[in-house]
């Protein structure tokens, strides 16, 4: 690797820059389509019971658009990849608001999967920002676009209301609002990312990379299968990563129904679920200040006993709203910050760099597969056993990443690429 130039550093600051201010663009897009959609669903079908299907459209289909933004980025580089992916959930947006319009629920489940790419784009941010970050700073600069989504997830579900209110004024369904605001959002972040991430951080690094150490970028890759075996670091942070994410889904998306079968009104719904969204973003910059000081692993072991003590308070809480589910969820959300940091993180370091936008986009795609999987199972779980039991089980999936901690302590620790 070539060394660092003044040059690169400020390529790198402006680059993180440019991406905190996308996500909060993205973030109010995504953020309010997620608000809606199953509002949507429910008006257009009139009934609860297939209303959930759009939603897990948008999950499935973000999986599938961080593989395919993550391939794009592979070959022309991250501002190509990433506004690609808002630009497709944009037209996502436009389709769910022509859905709402004219009732059609086959129209909503194909806008709210395109609308999964823009979910797809705000999370391989993080990794554009790794690009370029010296190897003792990757982590910091990971969390900080992280951190950014806070912007985004607070403000977005706030303007509902008010893009409802718009929306009616010009005779448009009320739902249809936010929708129209989740196009602009997402619209605004594709047209920010084309503009403005110049020099491309991922082509950047390139030129500067020795050719000698991380090969020829423009030659023909292996396949990420064989990138894995060779790499088996990388599998650990995959592992990590989507078991944290798994844990932190599965008991998030039951937690509404937990308390409302309690008798919780609305608006404590509402207050546990941003205490969560606290705990997942706000101190991100603090987590990876910390993964960058004491390491990957040592963060993984953190963030596996915070899911642990998160599971075990919120499966202990009793119907309705409780301080111990107020404790669980936020704890939740802080142990899912710190397996998505330090295992991206791993992820990274762990192949080179020309492979490295397809094995990242890989780990999203298994992230996002497994966290629509978990959801499900977690309604079934429910139903079936009891929301305790269900904390139980994602209390096993969390142990998962000890066992990745474990067995990474006897891998080789030094990283593959700078």
Do not use: K
Request: proline share 4%.
């Amino acid at each position: 690797m070539a060394a660092p130039t003044a040059t690169a550093a400020d390529v790198q600051r402006r680059t993180v820059a440019n991406l905190v201010a996308s996500q909060a663009l993205g973030g109010v897009g995504v953020s309010t389509g997620i608000a809606v959609i199953v509002l949507l669903a429910e008006d257009i079908l009139g009934s609860a019971g297939l209303a959930g299907l759009p939603q897990s459209a948008q999950v499935f289909g973000s999986a599938a658009g961080a593989y395919g933004i993550a391939a794009l980025s592979q070959r022309a580089g991250r501002r190509i990849g990433l506004a690609a992916g808002y630009a497709t959930g944009a037209s996502g947006a436009v389709l769910c608001v022509l859905a709402a319009v004219v009732s059609s629920f086959a129209l909503l489940m194909i806008g709210a999967a395109l609308l999964g790419c823009a979910t797809a784009a705000n999370s391989q941010a993080r990794f554009a920002a790794t690009d370029l970050a010296p190897a003792t700073g990757r982590a910091r600069a990971l969390s900080i676009v992280v951190w950014a989504t806070t912007i985004g997830a607070v403000l977005g579900p706030n303007l509902v209301g008010l893009a409802g209110n718009g929306a009616a004024a010009v005779g448009l369904p009320e739902l249809a609002g936010a929708l129209v605001l989740a196009g602009l959002g997402t619209g605004l972040a594709a047209g920010f990312l084309q503009w403005r991430l110049r020099p491309d951080p991922l082509l950047l690094s390139r030129e500067l990379a020795d050719g000698d150490a991380d090969g020829d970028p423009g030659a023909p890759r292996p396949h990420v299968l064989t990138v894995l075996r060779e790499h088996p670091r990388a599998i650990a942070g995959m592992v990590a990563v989507a078991a944290g994410h798994v844990t932190m889904v599965s008991v998030m998306v039951m937690t509404p129904l937990h308390m409302d079968h309690g008798g919780a009104d609305l608006e404590l719904v509402g207050f546990v679920i941003s205490i969560h969204v606290l705990g997942m973003f706000a101190f991100a910059p603090l987590v990876g200040w910390y993964t960058d000081r004491a390491g990957q692993r040592v963060v993984l072991l953190t963030g596996a006993a915070i899911l642990l003590a998160a599971v075990t308070l919120a499966g202990r809480s009793p119907e309705g709203a409780s301080g111990s589910l107020v404790a669980g969820l936020f704890l939740l959300g802080l142990g899912w910050s710190c397996t998505l940091v330090a295992g991206s993180t791993m992820l990274t370091e762990a192949v080179p760099l020309p492979d490295r936008p397809t094995v990242q986009g890989t780990s999203d795609l298994v992230m996002g597969v497994c966290a629509g999987i978990g959801g499900a199972a977690g309604g079934w779980v429910v139903a079936t056993w009891g929301f305790n039991i269900l904390n139980v089980a994602a209390g096993f999936v969390a142990l998962a990443v000890v066992v990745v901690a474990v067995v990474v302590r006897r891998m080789v620790t030094e990283p593959v690429g700078a």
